[in-house]
């Protein structure tokens, strides 16, 4: 069934959450950058999780819908309408056959999610729809949408039923500090550096991308001058270079690199960095692995728990919209 691209928006990609296995050639995960957000869209339509979805970056996708079809926004508020109807967000929306669907600019956050009922019908590349722009791979011929563009979703097939939210079920979820670990070359760095890192608030420069947040601030000093020998980058580590602005390595980060790392971001708390955008401040907090490993924990008992089922189904499955 095919969904045309009026508008692409600023920066539209086919996402699912990632390609895994592939680090030692070079290719990262990828894969949605707001991971929490993702799989919270694909469960408000009754999809599995991993199931690809559209990642709209600061300014949302324009769509026509050839067929009726079941949609959730997700992420990022967003002034979305279908027709003339404005389109609540977090909520399974029916979307009429000639239904056009607009999504504006983000108002809180970057990233916002389209989940389609059925997902975007891409070709998996290994193992994964993801859209690897660096690598031209993935998604829709490995590249952003463009005006023009036709995506498919499945004709209706057995799955789960629709769910909405329960009332005030992501409240605090993407506000606070940032927790982080301490980075695999903590004895690289002086204490008074992660007294200036959990003390100092940073902003997002506008160089920043999928690869890499560039944080501007206060410097930290690192107590070594020999280079560091190359090694691998993990998801959500905070790399040094000698400038001392810290650099957080992000969902298409390099696999391997040379600048010593301070700390890592905590898994509970990516989805927070995902929705980071040019000239957001942010703050870290340090945390022992324990407490990490119980913050995702938490946060995992926490996402199956915010779930109503729509029992009906389809015809259950919340607002309908109006050409």
């Not at 894969?31 to 799989?39: I, T």
């Not at 998996?124 to 995506?151: I, K, W, Y």
């Not at 989805?271 to 990490?292: N, T």
Request: hydrophobic share 35%; with cysteine.
């Amino acid at each position: 069934m095919p969904v045309h691209v009026i508008e692409p928006g600023a920066l539209t990609t086919v996402q699912d959450l990632g390609r895994y296995g592939h680090a030692h050639l070079g290719i990262s995960p990828g894969g949605a950058a707001d991971r929490l957000s993702f799989r919270i869209g694909n469960r408000l339509v009754g999809n599995q999780e991993n199931t690809p979805a559209l990642e709209m970056t600061l300014v949302g996708a324009t769509l026509e819908f050839e067929e009726h079809a079941i949609v959730s926004i997700s992420g990022a508020e967003c002034d979305c309408t279908l027709g003339a109807c404005a389109v609540p967000a977090n909520s399974p929306l029916e979307v009429p056959p000639g239904g056009v669907l607009k999504c504006g600019g983000m108002k809180t956050g970057v990233r916002a999610y389209l989940t389609i009922r059925g997902g975007f019908d891409v070709p998996p590349v290994m193992g994964s729809a993801s859209t690897h722009l660096g690598g031209r791979f993935g998604g829709l011929e490995g590249r952003r949408l463009q005006a023009g563009d036709v995506l498919k979703f499945p004709a209706a097939r057995p799955l789960t039923p629709p769910h909405r939210l329960k009332e005030g079920a992501l409240s605090g979820w993407f506000d606070g500090t940032i927790r982080v670990c301490r980075g695999p070359q903590a004895d690289w760095f002086a204490p008074e550096a992660y007294e200036i890192l959990f003390s100092s608030t940073y902003s997002v420069s506008p160089q920043s991308d999928r690869s890499g947040l560039r944080l501007k601030g206060e410097a930290l000093p690192t107590r070594r001058q020999s280079p560091l020998l190359t090694d691998g980058n993990p998801l959500g580590g905070i790399q040094v270079p000698p400038d001392g602005q810290p650099i957080v390595l992000f969902v298409d980060q390099q696999t391997t690199g040379g600048y010593p790392k301070i700390a890592c971001v905590i898994t509970a708390d990516m989805h927070r960095v995902g929705q980071l955008g040019p000239l957001d401040r942010v703050r870290f907090a340090g945390v022992e692995i324990p407490e990490a490993l119980g913050l995702l924990r938490r946060q995992e008992q926490a996402l199956q728990d915010m779930f109503v089922s729509l029992v009906n189904g389809s015809g259950g499955a919340g607002r309908k919209g109006h050409r």
